[in-house]
T-cell receptor, first 112, second 113 residues
């Protein structure tokens, strides 16, 4: 089955700086790669996703890149703000009716 | 995106008892899944809820412990049976829309005492 590795487990950045979270996956058949943000006591919220036919996708301050050859994808947050503080999870899913395989999460801390 | 309602949102349960969690979606969806998130951990897929047939369980999860029903394309239940403190977790229903986009319900926070 799929295996997703996520790094780092904790990331502390100064407000206004950029943050990058990286994930690798094992199953070359995986074709959908979402990112979720989870605030304390709340459910995971989809913030951005990318499919295997695209190399990069951007939504305001958030971007995701995908390298299919290397089987890794990354989340980039620019101009970080205090409300970006949360746990971020990457995930991967293959074709058919497969569920998501999650990385272990990154606790992002934005220092004022 | 689909609107996903879960009940109960929170519960405190006695060990040895069972609890059924309900998941209702506002539109018909092909894919429904159940996840568990243990305290401070990531999300783990328990099973895929299949409409009209037995659920497909992931390694480490069995039907006797986590029976799942899915009578139609908008509703599913997950039962956590014979609970122990190790079952204290958030249980999340999720649905897959076209193109595999997956959304989560608000979760059911279970504490077993």
């Amino acid at each position: 089955g799929e295996n997703v590795e996520q790094h780092p487990s904790t990331l502390s950045v100064q407000e206004g700086d950029s943050a990058v979270i990286k994930c690798t996956y094992s199953d070359s058949a995986s074709n959908y790669f979402p990112w979720y943000k989870q605030e304390l006591g709340k459910r995971p919220q989809l913030i951005i996703d990318i499919r295997s036919n695209v190399g990069e996708k951007k939504d305001q301050r958030i971007a995701v890149t995908l390298n299919k050859t290397a089987k890794h994808f990354s989340l980039h947050i620019t101009e970080t703000q205090p409300e970006d503080s949360a746990v971020y999870f990457c995930a991967a899913v293959g074709g058919g009716a497969d569920g998501l395989t999650f990385g272990k999460g990154t606790h992002l801390i934005i220092q004022p | 995106s689909a609107v996903i309602s879960q009940k109960p949102s929170r519960d405190i349960c006695q060990r040895g008892t069972s609890l059924t969690i309900q998941c209702q979606v506002d539109s018909q969806v092909t894919m429904m899944f159940w996840y568990r998130q243990q305290p401070g951990q990531s999300l783990t897929l328990i099973a895929t809820a299949n409409q009209g047939s037995e659920a497909t369980y992931e390694s480490g999860f069995v039907i006797d412990k986590f029976p799942i029903s899915r009578p139609n394309l908008t509703f599913s239940t997950l039962t956590v049976s014979n609970m122990s403190p190790e079952d204290s977790s958030i249980y999340l229903c999720s649905v897959g829309t076209s193109g595999n986009t997956i959304y989560f319900g608000e979760g059911s926070w279970l504490t077993v005492v």
